[in-house]
């Protein structure tokens, strides 16, 4: 069985920055691909970053410039780096990933999230 969680959200001032961590655990051979989505209050889940397992890499157009996904497959976790934050980019991020398990299964995974906060 494989597990996802988020970590690093929390309260930001407009300008600054926070650092996402997707951490996959348990029964994990290897991170396929991820994406990390965002949900706001009232509004539709938005695809935020993507990376696929060949490192292709996509972002929002919101926040191209200013977030960063990257990977580190020795710590099976997907991080995203975010700067220059704004009000609206508050709002629960959730990381969702294709894991290969040790016995060579993938499967579709989404943790719980963590809430990032913008705000003076």
């Known amino acids: 069985q494989v597990q996802l969680v988020e970590s690093g959200g929390g309260l930001v001032q407009p300008g600054g920055s926070l650092t996402l961590s997707c951490l996959a655990s348990?029964?994990?051979?290897?991170?396929?691909?991820a994406n990390w989505y965002r949900q706001a209050p009232g509004k539709e889940r938005e695809a935020v970053a993507s990376i696929t397992v060949r490192s292709e890499i996509t972002y929002a157009d919101s926040v191209k410039g200013r977030f960063t996904i990257s990977r580190d497959s020795m710590k099976n976790t997907v991080y995203l780096h975010m700067n220059n934050l704004q009000p609206e980019d508050s709002g629960r991020y959730l990381c969702?990933?294709?894991?290969?398990?040790?016995?060579?299964?993938?499967?579709?995974?989404w943790g719980p999230g963590t809430q990032v906060t913008v705000s003076s």
């Open positions: 969702n990933a294709q894991i290969m398990s040790t016995e060579f299964q993938t499967s579709d995974n």
């Open positions: 348990g029964s994990v051979f290897a991170i396929k691909s």
